[in-house]
């Protein structure tokens, strides 16, 4: 069964909305866990709008799961993460000023960045995946940065899965097949939510981790953390 990771950034968000510790950051990472989620992500971003520099130190304290933090490979965010040594470091290309992860990465053109940065990573023993699409010739090139798995973004999976799920997941069945070849393991995430998980994770059956945030959150509003965290993991089985 894959791991559910939660990313934790909305709930960072809505603290931050007031200026004071509501919802408790801390707590809703031990509580996450507590219901049955095998992981806790977050994605520090140089604006510190949702999760800031040090909730990803003080996250270290509380998070006996899988300890997931992922971003642009700034010299900021290398110095955080090679400070809090979480138990995976997740690279993702976006911009600063980006909503959101918006593409994966070229691991042709950004080939020795990439080597560099995972070299320095797997140094201090933090295991190492990159945020990438679907295209062949970049998970061929993603296997010489030496990273340890890849994160397959999901969104074009989702946007597609209603029109025609049958489509809309080959290119990731192919993408998995030949990452597990090269011997990379497979992450997965990007809007995937209770209708579309399900069927990922049948398809993809070499699946070791799904990264969710957003859907997961906003479906809390409605049937509790709690209940939440169990539907998603339901979804795994
Ligand atoms: N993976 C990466 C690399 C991301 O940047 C995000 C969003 O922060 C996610 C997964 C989770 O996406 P969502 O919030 O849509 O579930």
Known sequence: ????????????????????????????????????AQGITVHPRPDERHIRYQDTVNLKTVVTTEYNIEG??????????????????????????????NAGWDTVKHQSFLREIIAELKEKKIRTSIFIETNSSHIENAVKTGTDRIELYTESYVKDFSKNKEEAIKPFIS?????????MGINAGHDLNLENLNYFYKNIPNLLEVSIGHALISDALYYGLENTVQLYLRQLK
Request: charged share 25%; hydrophobic share 45%.
């Open 175 to 183: 993408a998995a097949n030949l990452a597990d070849k090269l011997g």
């Open 72 to 101: 642009y490979p700034s010299k900021e965010w290398m110095d955080l993460v090679l400070k809090v040594k979480p138990h995976q470091a997740t690279l993702v290309p976006d911009p600063p000023d980006a909503i959101t992860s």
């Open 1 to 36: 069964m894959p791991r559910l990771s939660v990313n934790i950034n909305k709930i960072a968000t809505i603290r931050n909305a007031r200026g004071g510790n509501l919802p408790d950051l801390l707590k809703v990472a031990v509580d996450i866990q507590r219901f049955g």
